[in-house]
């Protein structure tokens, strides 16, 4: 049997963007969201070219990323271009939002438009987090036409955290978005799965009125952790998209058991119910047991059953890359989720 050739997608400018640092906690810390991150991910998928194969995407139109985010948000960033080379920009006025008339090309303007110290602007996130975004949409494509069942776009900077209007949470574009969007060409309904530690505050609010995307999302509890303002359960959607947003936030210290276990009750089952026609990954690996960020105890076979359950869902599926902090784990974290998840998928139709 011919296995499948999974189609990866990067662009080497993403690694230009440099975050040095986040202040967190009251103290200024070095930046966990480094470009290693990336370049490990890379650097594992290219020791297999039988599995993976890497492609670049195409540039995503400014219309297609308005068409989803504020066009501000593009202005911002690219106004950002003119910092120094090394430098990190922080936000530092977070305004209350009324009454507010925002300039988007005016730096000192950057915290109307962000949520979160963390979030640095440099002169290359504008051109880093737009090949993001062209990773997200490509990868989309290829399941949307369906050319692929599956594809994972290898993303970085992330996207979960960032909403129409609000970047945070190291997310600039909300890629699981652009994907989603994407796929809406070819798919009504739609579902969006988001494995990463932090609730994904950005897609939930993308989506939370529509009762064609599910988004459901596994967690650490924000009662504890970031964004601590949502990821609640009792968080559901609204308006006609009441019952079409599910959180499932878990206590600190979950392990591979206790998260399958999870999975099987709540996802499997809303999933089956729901029965959309395609489904986004939000894959984030810092559910990992030696993360730094992170609060769960999953292993790298974890990683490889998580994608093995998910594949065995047979949706055509398309995965993008969210946080994972254990720089030096992620690669092989990476490799064993996307492993599983082409052993168990089958095409239907
Ligand atoms: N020093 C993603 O995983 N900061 N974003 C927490 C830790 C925010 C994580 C403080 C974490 C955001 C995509
Ligand atoms: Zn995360």
């Known amino acids: 049997m011919k296995t ?55 540039p ?9 985010h ?28 009324d009454h507010c008339a925002p300039k988007p090309t005016d730096l000192n303007h950057a915290g109307f438009y962000c949520f979160d110290s963390g979030t640095p602007l440099t002169s ?10 062209s990773c997200a949409r490509q990868a989309a494509e290829q399941v949307s036409r369906g050319t692929s069942a599956l594809s994972y776009a290898l993303c970085r900077p992330p996207g979960h955290h960032a909403s129409r209007d609000l970047f945070g949470g190291y997310c600039y574009f909300n890629n699981a978005a652009i994907a989603a969007e994407e796929l809406r060409r070819s798919h009504r309904r739609l579902a969006i799965l988001d494995i990463d530690f932090h609730h994904g505050n950005g897609t939930q609010s993308l989506y939370y009125r529509d009762k064609s995307v599910l988004f459901l999302s596994i967690h650490g509890d924000p009662r504890e ?7 609640h359960a009792k968080e559901v959607g609204e308006g006609p998209g009441k019952g079409t947003t ?5 206590p600190s210290g979950c392990d591979g058991q206790e998260y399958f276990r999870v ?50 869902l047979s949706l055509p599926t398309v995965c ?30």
Request: charged content about 20%.
């Open 263 to 312: 999975f099987s009750r709540r996802v499997v089952s809303a999933l089956k119910r729901f029965r959309p026609g395609a489904l986004v990954v939000s894959a984030g690996f810092d559910t990992y047991e030696k993360d730094p960020i992170g609060a769960f105890t999953l292993r790298t076979p974890d990683f490889q059953e998580l994608g093995e359950r998910i594949g065995k």
């Open 246 to 250: 599910i959180n499932l936030p878990i």
């Open 70 to 97: 504020n066009p501000d948000l593009a202005v911002l960033y690219q106004a950002a271009s003119s910092l120094p080379k090394h430098g990190t920009y922080c936000p530092n006025v977070f305004p209350k939002r």
């Open 4 to 58: 499948i050739r999974l189609p990866v997608y990067f662009h080497h400018d993403q690694l230009k963007h440099k975050p040095m640092y986040e202040w967190a906690f009251g103290k200024r810390l070095s930046h966990p969201e480094t470009t290693s991150r990336a370049e490990n991910i890379l650097t594992a998928l290219q020791e297999q070219p039988d599995r993976f194969d890497i492609r670049l995407p195409d």
């Open 320 to 349: 993008v890359q969210e946080g994972g902090y254990c720089t030096d784990q992620l690669g092989r974290n990476v490799r064993a989720f996307l492993t599983g998840l082409v052993s168990t998928h089958r095409r239907r139709g």
């Open 60 to 68: 995503i139109s400014l219309a297609r990323l308005t068409a989803l």
């Open 225 to 231: 952790f970031y964004p601590y303002f949502s990821g």
């Open 124 to 133: 290359t996130t504008w051109m880093a987090a737009a090949w993001s975004a």
